[in-house]
């Protein structure tokens, strides 16, 4: 057996070495959340400071670390962060106008990533080697083979708290340039408080949900409530985008056990994890999570393979048309399209399947209605009339696939808050749209 010790040797540098090796105009790639590296990419933000660094981009995707370049404006120019769906820091720096935005499909990722960029080096945290030579890219898998093919050169940053994931993605030591030794706490979701609300919506998804179900759960309190609510099931299967706390909970209790799966029986399929450490725990040496690149795990057309899938996700507003936005504030930028439509399609497409937008009937205090007559002007519409399925708030579920829009209308007012109902009616008929 080959012995790869020297040849790591030789490959270890400083984080602050990794970033002198960074030049000009560099386009750098990372992976979504837990795959990043804030070891050199707090060097290389020391390093801009101090040294002019000029035209640098760094792609990024679902921030865990509160990276400089997306929180200090005084690096733009030098450091300026392009976001494939943006959260905390990369938000803030998009609507100040010093980071870029890409819009798109989660799914199509990697094929955009192939087709349009190349990467002056891919940066990437990993666990220890193995005997073999090889890296894990730990709880995240979404797009890094595509960022592996397209860059020049691989910089890993080796953290020992980075789980090995065995059924997730890897590279070898020999495809990589430089190797940086980063041991530091990966950061964890806080947990959610499950108000009476997110309760009460969760209980009435899981009514929905039969024994045998294959599920796809999004991040927050009404998919953990729905979680919550589903421990009494029996035989349910994960194929997801994001793997979360409440996921675990169910395979521990027993009401997950990927059985009646048509598709990886046995196995919970995800494209990345982030929670809390219970997960990344569970994550390391367990063969029964495979955490696979994002252009499979989305692809509406595998994720209807398994029978009776459901997708739950999340909403800012809805219109009476049944047109979601879940990335804006009228014009206010506020996160990406994810996987929302991926995980639509393949609900509806599925034998059995039902895809569920649930949120809260109101905001800002019970001021706002998030169901709305029409949407807020510059909102972004990110599930479209013609796709949505079920609608659900506090106050019920409203079924809108197939049914007219003066139907629509109907159902979409019957669930939203009471005080604005009576607004929400006259509008709809105002517009002619409620017969």
């Not at 050169?153 to 789980?163: A, D, S």
């Not at 009435?204 to 796809?216: R, S």
């Not at 629509?408 to 017969?435: N, S, W």
């Amino acid at each position: 057996m080959t012995d790869y010790t020297e040849e790591y040797r030789k490959k270890r540098i400083t984080a602050e070495e990794a970033a002198g090796l960074v030049r000009d105009g560099w386009t750098i790639g990372m992976d979504a959340a837990l795959s990043q590296t804030p070891g050199i990419m707090a060097a290389l933000c020391e390093r801009a400071k101090e040294s002019g660094l000029r035209g640098v981009k760094v792609q990024t995707l679902l921030d865990a670390y509160p990276f400089a370049f997306y929180a200090d404006d005084s690096l733009n120019g030098s450091i300026n962060g392009v976001s494939w769906f943006s959260s905390g820091g990369a938000r803030k720096a998009i609507n100040g106008g010093y980071a870029d935005f890409i819009p798109g499909y989660y799914r199509d990722l990697p094929e955009r990533i192939r087709a349009n960029y190349d990467y002056d080096v891919f940066c990437v945290s990993v666990s220890p080697m193995d005997k073999n030579g090889y890296f894990s890219f730990g709880t995240v898998n979404s797009y890094s083979a595509a960022m592996l093919e397209k860059a020049r050169r691989v910089f890993v940053e080796v953290n020992r708290n980075q789980p090995r994931a065995v059924c997730g993605g890897q590279v070898h030591i020999s495809r990589v340039d430089a190797i940086v030794e980063h041991d530091c706490e990966l950061p964890v979701l806080p947990p959610t408080v499950l108000d009476e609300t997110s309760l009460t919506i969760g209980g009435l998804i899981a009514e929905q949900i039969p024994d045998g179900a294959c599920i796809q759960l999004g991040i927050g309190a009404i998919p953990d409530a729905v979680g919550a609510a589903l421990k009494s099931k029996h035989d349910l299967g994960i194929h997801t985008e994001m793997f979360t706390d409440s996921m675990v909970e169910l395979i521990e209790c027993g009401a997950v056990n990927n059985s009646k799966k048509q598709l990886h029986p046995g196995v919970s399929v995800t494209t990345f994890a982030f929670g809390s450490k219970r997960i990344y725990d569970f994550i390391d040496d367990n063969p029964a999570i495979a955490i696979l690149p994002v252009d499979y795990v989305n692809d509406p057309a595998v994720i209807c393979r398994n029978d009776n899938m459901i997708s739950i996700n999340a909403a800012l507003e809805v219109d009476l048309w049944g047109q979601v936005c879940a990335e804006s504030v009228g014009t206010k930028h506020i996160s990406g399209s994810g996987g929302q439509i991926d995980y639509v399609r393949g609900a509806c497409q599925s034998k059995g399947g039902k895809s569920f937008i649930a949120f809260p009937s109101t905001a800002k205090g019970g001021t706002i209605s998030k169901i709305k007559s029409i949407l807020t002007p510059g909102a972004v519409v990110t599930t479209s009339k013609n796709d949505v399925d079920y609608i659900v708030t506090e106050y019920g579920l409203a079924k809108l696939r197939g049914r007219s829009l003066s139907e629509r209308a109907k159902a979409l007012i019957a669930i939203a808050h009471p005080d604005f109902r009576d607004e929400l009616r006259f509008e709809a008929k105002k517009r002619g749209i409620m017969i």
